[in-house]
C-alpha cells in the first residue's frame, strides 16, 4: 500500500501493471468501481462495472460524450457508428428505428420476413437497373389512401413471362389515355361491358375502322341479341351510308323488310350492272 496525495508513475520506457491473479481494480474511497480480469475466462478479457446500475462511458478530451454502454445492455453512439463489414441483428423481431421519433423502422416480423414502415415519404432510389423479385408468392402494391403511379420516362413495361395472365381489375373506372395511339394485340382479344358502352372517334373527318384483314372465309359479324324495332341501328347524323362488298350483298330477315326515303326530291334506286339472266 502506498498513501499519498497524489501518486504520479513516470516511467521512461514500457509501464507494467501486473498481477498474479490476473485482476486489476480502480477504486474510489477503497470502493471498487472498474475491474479488469484478464484470466478469468480463457481467452477472453473482462471489464466489469462493479456499481449495479452504472454506464460504462467514453469521453472525449472536453467531456463530450462518445460512447454509453449503459446498464441495461443497450449501447448508445453519439453520432455516426460505422461499421467495416456485416452487421448482424440476431433476434427475432429485431427492429432498426430512424428518426428522432422513431418515424420510420426495419422490423423483422419474427419468422424469415421483413416489414419496412414509414410516418412519412418513403422513397426507394437506384442509379441503375433494379429488380424487385419474390421467388414465392404475390408482389402487392397498395395506396389505402390515394393512388399508385407508375412513370417510365421512356416506357412502362407490364409483362407476364411465364403462363400467367395480366388482369387489371378496378372498382371504379379504368381510363386509359395516350398522346398517340393504343394498341390491343392478342391471339384473342376481347372486351365485354354490362351497361351501354361505345366506340367513338371525336377528331373532326378521321375514320373508325373495324376490319377482319386475315382472309380466307373469316366474317366479319355485328350481332345484336335486342328485341326492340331497332334491335340493330345504323346511323349517319350526317352523310350518307354506303354499303360496298366485292361479291353478293343479302339481306335476310324473318319479317318485313322496309326501304324509305323521307326526302321530299329522293328516290330509291336499284341498279344492275348484270347482262345475262335475271338481275
Known amino acids: ?38 484470466d478469468g475466462t480463457a481467452g477472453d478479457v473482462d471489464i466489469n462495472l462493479k456499481i449495479d446500475g452504472d454506464d460504462l462511458v467514453f469521453n472525449q478530451f472536453d467531456g463530450t460524450e462518445v460512447l454509453r454502454l449503459s446498464d441495461d445492455t443497450s449501447v448508445t453512439v453519439a453520432t455516426d457508428l460505422k461499421v467495416g463489414d456485416d452487421l448482424s441483428l440476431t433476434s427475432d423481431s429485431a427492429v432498426i428505428n430512424m428518426g428522432a421519433g422513431n418515424d420510420v423502422t426495419i422490423t423483422h416480423d419474427g419468422s424469415t420476413g421483413v416489414s419496412i414502415a414509414s410516418a412519412g415519404k418513403l422513397d426507394l432510389s437506384s442509379g441503375a437497373d433494379s429488380d424487385w423479385v419474390t421467388t414465392a408468392g404475390a408482389i402487392v402494391i397498395d395506396a389505402e389512401a390515394s393512388t399508385v403511379g407508375i412513370d417510365g420516362h421512356t416506357g412502362v413495361t407490364i409483362a407476364s413471362t411465364n403462363s400467367g395472365q395480366v388482369d387489371i381489375t378496378s372498382a371504379a373506372d379504368i381510363d386509359i389515355n395516350a398522346t398517340t395511339g393504343i394498341a390491343a394485340d392478342g391471339t384473342t382479344v376481347s372486351i365485354d361491358g354490362t351497361d351501354d358502352s361505345n366506340f367513338t372517334v371525336t377528331g ?76
Open 1 to 38: 500500500t502506498i498513501a499519498a496525495a497524489p501518486i504520479s508513475i513516470d516511467s521512461t520506457g514500457t509501464l507494467d501493471l501486473s498481477s498474479t491473479l490476473g485482476d486489476v481494480n480502480f477504486q474510489d474511497g477503497g470502493t471498487t468501481q472498474l475491474a479488469f480480469d484478464l
Open 204 to 279: 373532326s373527318a378521321k375514320d373508325l375502322d373495324l376490319i377482319v384483314a386475315g382472309g380466307g372465309t373469316q366474317e366479319l359479324r355485328l350481332t345484336s341479341a335486342g328485341t326492340g324495332a331497332s334491335a340493330m341501328h345504323l346511323n349517319a347524323s350526317a352523310g350518307g351510308i354506303n354499303i360496298d362488298s366485292a361479291d353478293m350483298i343479302d339481306i335476310d330477315a324473318a319479317d318485313e323488310i322496309t326501304i324509305t326515303t323521307t326526302s321530299a326530291d329522293g328516290h330509291i334506286s336499284l341498279v344492275s350492272a348484270h347482262t345475262a339472266g335475271q338481275a
